[in-house]
């Protein structure tokens, strides 16, 4: 099976170095493709208090990309979980989401803050965020996941 994206957009950011953190201080706007979105398509929007991005980590090297397990961000000190274990930005098809700050809407450019791609990425996707689809139940995680966000946002 093949699957075939175009980007919806691009994100436009002073950022364009892929670091680890601090990406809560970044404000970011998404740029939607002209020649397929009107303003229309943004209508409603800033109704919302954030919105779930989904991009293409198009600045990672292919050639590093995991199947298997590793230590997340390297870090001897936490244990090796599989790439699905983790976010990352090197792993299968290059995937990445985040749910950020809506900012504001103007006309086809959507504001916002907290999104963790840098200039230049291609957006696939952009969802409204809504308390229907937080997680159900209890949630968990493991003491080094906790560890790892402590200074990204």
Not at 101 to 112: C, F, M, N, S, Y
Not at 124 to 135: H, Q, S, V
Request: net charge negative; aromatic share 8%; with cysteine.
């Amino acid at each position: 099976m093949r699957v075939v994206l175009t980007p919806v957009g691009v994100v436009r950011s002073a950022r364009t170095e892929a670091e680890d953190d601090g990406w809560d201080a970044v404000a970011a706007r998404i740029e939607l493709d002209a020649e397929r979105f009107g303003p229309e398509a943004l209508s409603g929007l800033d109704a919302f208090s954030h919105v779930e991005v989904v991009y293409h980590f198009h600045a990672a090297d292919p050639a590093r990309e995991e199947h298997g397990s590793r230590h997340p961000r390297g870090n001897p000190a936490w244990p090796r979980v599989g790439i699905f274990a983790q976010r990352g930005k090197d792993r299968p098809n290059r995937l990445g989401a985040t749910i950020c700050r809506v900012l504001g809407v103007e006309g086809t450019v959507l504001h916002v803050a907290g999104l963790d791609a840098i200039d230049g990425t291609p957006v696939l996707d952009i969802k409204p965020w809504m308390e229907g689809f937080a997680p159900r139940g209890e949630r968990r995680e493991p003491g080094w996941a906790a560890e790892l966000m402590r200074g990204y946002w």
